[in-house]
């Protein structure tokens, strides 16, 4: 289309151009062809001639404007030939933009019947679902991708790959040695065959020797790569089962700590594959750890230690640690996170460092300590 609009733009300029030449050409003439111009001329001649007895000044007035006339008619006809020349260049000009013109138009019609076709096939809104659709899968698989990768790194799957890259390449090498003492052996064997001499024979042995030796290390490295895939892919199975094993028992021992805590039923928990919480859930509110306030935070992790210390051991009591906590909680929930707290059984020892004893007063059995 922009071809096109150039096209007709240049073939109305040089329609202009060539109206200007026609007009110009008009005023040179005086409204006379070149024609009538050498008519004129042939009449004055001819006049000349009559007037054999005319008047020596007449003739030379004759004579010059003869020659005037003579010139007039020189240069029209060559303003004419040049203009001539100009608009037979236009018209070429103007042939070959309006066979442009009519191919960009060929080009054009065929684009918009293709077009008209596809969107007939599959219209734009089928077209931009399925591109949403696309991508959409496309970010689902790269989150799966990256999240495999972090569970790859947690299990030390990395290192391992870098084992198996690593006795990959030192098998690749020994194949190369293998293939370069196969090689010495055929050529042993060859000039052996021809001559038949001890030392040639001992040459040959060993390289057997070593051929035999790079074809055992061979084997052995195959063996342990094989060995090292097979703990990685161990390795990852056992990890996210233990992590799906735990979940549900963490939740659940969770929650009742928080139910008690909070004298709230409808207190819950999300609890993403890594044994984090990742929202609370309380009057049917979800907030996500993050955006919780900084008191709430300290409250949810203490129950989160106590959870845990239920979980490590069914029949060894843990000791469970706090440091400094529960600055930021209000009194209310501070006397209820303390009873939780001082309620706790699964713990062996709750130790707590604090620079204000008056926060854990509740404990009423707890052993103080002055450092």
């Known amino acids: 289309m922009k071809a096109l609009r150039s096209a007709r733009v240049f073939f109305e300029e040089q329609e202009r151009k060539l109206a200007a030449l026609k007009e110009s050409r008009t005023d040179l003439l005086d409204g006379k062809s070149a024609d009538d111009i050498r008519d004129d001329l042939a009449t004055q001649k001819t006049w000349v001639a009559e007037q054999g007895d005319a008047k020596e000044g007449d003739i030379d007035a004759l004579t010059a404007q003869e020659k005037e006339l003579s010139g007039q008619v020189s240069d029209t006809e060559a303003v004419l030939s040049a203009k001539k020349a100009e608009a037979e260049t236009a018209r070429n000009q103007l042939a070959t933009l309006e066979g442009r013109v009519e191919n960009q138009r060929g080009t054009h019609s065929r684009a918009v019947t293709a077009l008209a076709e596809a969107r007939e096939r599959n219209s734009d809104e089928e077209l931009d679902k399925t591109l949403a659709s696309a991508s959409k899968a496309l970010d689902q698989h790269i989150a799966e991708l990256n999240a495999a990768k972090e569970k790859l790194e947690e299990s030390g799957g990395d290192a391992l790959l870098e084992d198996h890259e690593s006795t990959l390449k030192h098998i690749a090498g020994l194949e190369q040695r293998l293939d370069e003492v196969r090689r010495q052996y055929g050529q042993d064997k060859a000039v052996l065959d021809s001559k038949n001499t001890v030392g040639i024979q001992q040459k040959l042995d060993a390289s057997t020797s070593e051929m035999q030796r790079a074809e055992q290390e061979l084997e052995s490295l195959l063996s342990r790569a094989e060995s090292a895939k097979l703990l990685e892919e161990v390795l990852i199975r056992h990890q996210q089962a233990a992590h799906r094993k735990y979940i549900a028992p963490f939740r659940h021992a969770l929650e009742e700590l928080g139910r008690a805590t909070y004298q709230n039923p409808t207190f819950g928990v999300d609890i993403d594959e890594e044994?984090?919480?990742?929202?609370?859930?309380?009057?049917?509110?979800?907030?996500?750890?993050?955006?919780?306030?900084?008191?709430?935070?300290?409250?949810?992790?203490?129950?989160?230690?106590?959870?845990?210390?239920?979980?490590?051991?069914?029949?060894?009591?843990?000791?469970?640690?706090?440091?400094?906590?529960?600055?930021?909680?209000?009194?209310?929930?501070?006397?209820?996170?303390?009873?939780?707290?001082?309620?706790?059984?699964?713990?062996?020892?709750?130790?707590?460092?604090?620079?204000?004893?008056?926060?854990?007063?509740?404990?009423?059995?707890?052993?103080?300590?002055?450092?």
């Open 275 to 371: 044994l984090a919480v990742t929202h609370r859930i309380m009057d049917g509110v979800l907030i996500p750890f993050d955006q919780l306030s900084t008191g709430a935070k300290e409250q949810l992790s203490i129950l989160i230690k106590l959870a845990t210390a239920q979980l490590v051991s069914d029949e060894d009591a843990v000791p469970v640690m706090f440091d400094d906590t529960l600055g930021y909680s209000d009194r209310r929930r501070l006397h209820r996170v303390v009873s939780a707290i001082e309620n706790n059984t699964s713990a062996g020892q709750v130790i707590i460092f604090t620079a204000n004893d008056d926060r854990f007063a509740g404990l009423t059995n707890a052993t103080h300590i002055r450092l």
